[in-house]
């Protein structure tokens, strides 16, 4: 019987060997960023030192190549996505425009995954439109108002509610980061209006793609003091607290949803789209921010009570000419926008909120649209835009939570609120760049308080503040940019 040849002159190994030598980069990537290569690459060196039949050497090169593809077809997290594999080149960092957007109600709705289902869900945090519920449609919140800066996002964002030791806590603060996610902006394609789409896994029993759902502790005006994670960090009392969803950027180019809510979307990969999702849009992240001093208790979700289910919801209905605008200023033009403001926006454009920046929240799952609206807007509110050092406000008759603040001098903030539970104890927190200053009032039997908070005079820019009573189930927000 002739000897059996060595294993290495097998068509197989040899053009698996020829792989390894040309380099990493034909070897496919793990989405957790750890080289699945590592694995292969050991059974090949195992191989060549023995001296199996050729039978046995052609079952394990099968197994080695198997083990590859089975790890390298795995979605981009934990949620099923028919994706190809995001790796941490795939989400770039630079930003082409921002939505900033305030809370608007608390409720366990969903309307994606249980549309027209009130109470159904787990309990999700609002931002953006005033006028969501279980029910809505994307022509109801284009014709609604909005908290967020630009009045032309008329979207709703959701995400599942943080529990910090088994409560309710909301974030001073939603921002949705828009980005052209490839260099060759042409490409692109507007969102198209009334799409929804979700991200990360709500039923995750194991960290996620941190790349995708994830956390992290940010000082503002010098960035991440933690960078993102799978897992919730310590940010200690200085630094804010953030969790993000970054969401899938390729549409099948049909459907504005899918039975499972997912399998119209994909991540791109390499910044190219798949075949089944040849429609590459701006891709989203959604992030809630928390004041600083967050983190010092256990931190968790209302999805399945765990720090693991981190996901979030996006329904389209941004105006489309707003849409098209930024589309062509910001992303076509190779413009990074970042926080829009007037004095970025195209031209024409203002960011002027028609529903103000009142929030309103722990609405119960049967509260109606109209108890809604009443409840957001015609509460007496300030515009960040009208804050110039001056502290001038607007009112209008109050029925629902909401604060005002006023620069008295450049160490002192006065804060008014109204709406609040009467003959209550309330909390007001401002925070600066990277510090906070608290101060517990008592709300009168109308539901409105005064107090006057000291500030250090090295504060600059923008100081936002959020009161809340009943250990935090009503809340209001605002911020304030300082002369």
Request: net charge positive; charged share 20%.
């Amino acid at each position: 019987m002739p000897r059996p040849r060595p294993e290495r002159s097998h068509p197989a190994v040899r053009a698996a060997t020829r792989k390894r030598t040309t380099g990493d980069r034909q070897w496919p990537r793990r989405q957790d960023g750890v080289g699945s290569h590592t694995e292969t690459a050991r059974r090949l060196r195992e191989l060549r030192r023995s001296r199996k039949p050729l039978a046995a050497t052609v079952v394990a090169s099968i197994i080695a190549l198997l083990s590859v593809v089975a790890i390298t077809s795995q979605p981009a997290s934990a949620a099923d996505f028919p994706v190809l594999s995001p790796r941490a080149g795939d989400f770039p960092k630079r930003v082409n425009f921002v939505a900033v957007c305030s809370v608007t109600k608390r409720a366990p709705d969903d309307p994606i995954v249980f549309p027209g289902q009130p109470g159904r869900s787990h309990d999700h945090t609002f931002s953006g439109s005033l006028v969501i519920n279980a029910n809505s449609t994307a022509d109801e919140l284009l014709r609604g108002p909005t908290n967020c800066t630009n009045s032309g996002d008329k979207s709703s964002y959701w995400m599942p509610t943080l529990l910090v030791n088994g409560k309710p806590r909301l974030p001073y603060q939603v921002r949705a980061y828009y980005r052209a996610a490839t260099r060759d902006t042409k490409q692109l394609h507007a969102i198209p209006f009334g799409l929804k789409m979700l991200a990360g896994d709500m039923m995750a029993t194991s960290p996620q793609n941190a790349g995708i759902a994830g956390f992290q502790c940010r000082i503002e005006g010098r960035g991440a003091t933690v960078k993102k994670q799978s897992l919730p960090p310590q940010c200690g009392s200085k630094a804010l607290f953030e969790m993000s969803v970054t969401f899938p950027n390729c549409w099948d180019g049909k459907n504005l949803d899918s039975s499972d809510h997912r399998s119209h979307m994909s991540y791109a990969s390499g910044s190219k789209c798949d075949p089944a999702h040849p429609v590459q849009i701006p891709q989203l992240t959604l992030a809630e921010r928390f004041e600083p001093g967050t983190t010092s208790g256990k931190i968790t979700l209302s999805a399945m009570n765990s720090p693991l289910t981190l996901h979030a919801d996006f329904f389209n209905a941004w105006d489309p000419r707003s849409l098209d605008a930024l589309m062509k200023y910001c992303i076509y033009a190779h413009r990074f926008c970042e926080t829009v403001s007037d004095d970025r926006m195209p031209p024409g454009m203002k960011t002027t909120t028609p529903g103000g920046r009142t929030t309103s929240v722990t609405a119960p799952a049967t509260t109606s649209t109209t108890e809604t609206m009443r409840s957001t807007s015609n509460a007496e509110v300030v515009s960040p835009h009208d804050h110039h050092g001056s502290g001038h406000n607007s009112k209008s008759s109050v029925s629902g939570p909401a604060i005002t603040l006023k620069e008295v001098d450049s160490t002192t903030i006065r804060v008014h609120g109204f709406g609040f539970p009467a003959d209550k104890r309330g909390k007001v927190v401002l925070s600066g760049r990277s510090a906070s200053r608290s101060a517990v009032t008592k709300i009168d039997r109308k539901g409105h308080f005064t107090v006057s908070l000291d500030i250090p005079s090295s504060w600059a820019g923008i100081v936002r503040a959020q009161a809340t009573a009943k250990s935090g189930s009503v809340y209001a927000g605002n911020e304030l940019r300082l002369s």
